[in-house]
Structure formats: C-alpha cells, structure tokens
C-alpha cells in the first residue's frame, strides 16, 4: 500500500537555524507532493507543491523543498526560520493512476521555534 | 472569496447517535473532499466526491456515507457513533489537483 513517512516528529530549533523536515513516500509510480503547514488554531494551509518539471520548488514565506526521485523523498527547507514558523508540517502525496484525488498524508512534524 | 466553510465548528455526541457534518466548496470547485483527524496524526482520507459522484473511498465502514448536492456542497453522515469517531473532520475542495481544507469540525463521542 502507498504510504508516506515523516521521522521527525518534534523539531525545536532557535530564531535564525536552518531547517530540513523529512518526507518519503512508497510508491513508483507518478506522484503530485504537497507540504501542508497547521498553525495553531487554523485551518491547514498549502506551503509548496510539485507536479512536475524542476525538482526545487520554492513556496510562501521562504519554504523550499526538493524533490529526489531516485530517494523517493521531498524534504522542506528553510536557510533561517523565526518564531512565526511554530506550527504542524504535514507531507502529503497524491499518487496518481487510482482515478482519484486522495491525498496521503504523513504523521506530521511539530515545529517549535525558540525565540 | 471566501475559503472552503464547514459547520458546525463543535459537536457532542454520544455513542450510538447520528451526526451530519456538512461542507461548502470554494466558489467553482466541482470536487470535495473529507478527511478524518486524529490528535497526533495526519489526516485520513474518508471519501471524494466530483460532480455528485463518488470517486474514492478510504478504509472506514460503512457507519460513514456522503454526499454531494447539486451546489457542489457536501454531507457527510456518521451512524452509530462510537468513541473512536471522536476526531477533527476536514473537508476539502479541489481544483487543478490542489486541495484547499476548510478549518474542520471538532467531534467529540462521549
């Protein structure tokens, strides 16, 4: 069964560190990759996406990620967060070829910003 | 433009009743989706619809239907609540495979 992983599940970092969150998914076959962001008390919101073309995407608020094929892996990135960026990342595929749009989402990493 | 809205925003239930949650799409948005939350984990996919007609289904029994009316709008019913049920409920509306969620309702299974 298709399935997608995040490791980190708690992430504290201070104002100003680089961030790398982790997503690999199972599956061989053509994906569309999402990062979803939770702030506290809101609604899930759209980060970044990739359908395809260039591997590195670049979303709101300075996120990037870079999809690897070959690692089956969608990693998000940030050079220098801040104490806004506290909030849930959820990774999420939508594995194509079942004739619908069931996104697969990860457990989520819980990001802590230390001011 | 307003986002995807869902209501109720809480709901109290107890174990063994019905529940209609229900969902507006985005203006336009012909598909909607439902997602079940649990604290701690990342949403579950429960069903799609697209133009009235089911297009996916996740694992859940079939205590859980939905529908979609012909507004795009959705239900979704929960029979025979169980305490498990108790989680945050999203709803979804699409376009161009992008998914935009609603801020969910809140269920709690007493």
């Known amino acids: 069964a298709q399935s997608v992983s995040q490791h980190n599940h708690h992430v504290i970092l201070s104002e100003a560190a680089s961030l790398e969150l982790g997503c690999n998914y199972s599956y061989g076959g053509t994906v569309n990759l999402f990062w979803y962001v939770q702030y506290p008390g809101q609604h899930l919101q759209l980060l970044l996406k990739?359908?395809?073309?260039?591997?590195l995407v670049k979303g709101i608020k300075g996120f990037e990620a870079e999809f690897i094929k070959s690692k089956f892996s969608f990693n998000l990135r940030k050079p220098s967060v801040q104490w806004s960026d506290t909030a849930e990342y959820f990774c999420a595929v939508l594995f194509e070829g079942f004739g619908n749009e069931k996104l697969t989402f990860g457990t989520g990493t819980r990001l802590t910003i230390i001011p | 433009d307003a986002g995807v809205t869902q209501s109720p925003t809480h709901l109290i239930k107890t174990r063994g009743q019905h529940v209609t949650l229900r969902c507006s799409p985005i203006?336009?948005?012909?598909?909607v989706s439902w997602y079940q939350q649990v604290l701690g984990q990342g949403p579950q996919f429960i069903f799609q619809y697209y133009e009235k007609e089911e297009r996916g289904r996740g694992n859940f029994p079939d205590r859980f239907s939905a529908r979609q009316f012909p507004n795009y709008s959705s239900e979704l019913n929960v029979n025979a609540l169980l305490l498990g049920d108790s989680a945050l409920y999203l709803c979804?509306?699409?376009?161009?495979?992008?998914?935009?969620f609603g801020a969910g309702t809140r269920l709690s299974v007493l």
């Open positions: 990739y359908f395809s073309g260039d591997p």
């Open positions: 979804a509306s699409s376009a161009a495979n992008i998914q935009y």
């Open positions: 203006s336009g948005h012909k598909s």
